[in-house]
């Protein structure tokens, strides 16, 4: 919980500071809002190694084929990615750019997403047939 008002505070600090900074030099207000998100990322890193050894330990004890778990970790880590490439392009005032970020993850992601689907799909069959 306290990891949120951290987090929070870094963020703010960072935002406020870009704005100060944006007046005078753009591309040290975008370096500055960059520095925090990279911060915040290695403060999260041990809370996302924990959550990662439980994803793995749940799919361990569901009996389900941990085949089935990558594409799903595969397609979040591009949903996050795309969230934050999108947002500091749009944050840099480039909209089409963005655009194109968030397209490209999409496909991405249904490609990354194919082994799901086809295990969905084998199934259905299963059951009709």
Do not use: H, N
Request: aromatic fraction near 6%; include cysteine; charge should be negative.
């Amino acid at each position: 919980m306290e990891q949120v008002f951290q987090v929070t505070g870094l963020c703010l600090v960072g935002a406020l500071l870009a704005v100060v900074v944006r007046r005078g030099s753009p591309e040290m207000a975008l370096l500055l809002t960059l520095g925090a998100a990279v911060a915040v990322l290695l403060f999260l890193a041990g809370p996302i190694g924990e959550l990662l050894g439980f994803l793995s330990e749940l799919g361990e004890r569901s009996g389900v084929s941990q085949e089935l778990f990558v594409p799903l970790y595969k397609t979040v880590a591009i949903a996050l990615v795309v969230k934050v490439g999108g947002d500091l392009c749009r944050d840099a005032g480039e909209s089409a750019p963005a655009a194109v970020v968030e397209t490209a993850g999409a496909v991405c992601a249904l490609l990354t997403a194919l082994p799901l689907l086809r295990a969905v799909l084998s199934l259905l069959w299963e059951f009709i047939a």
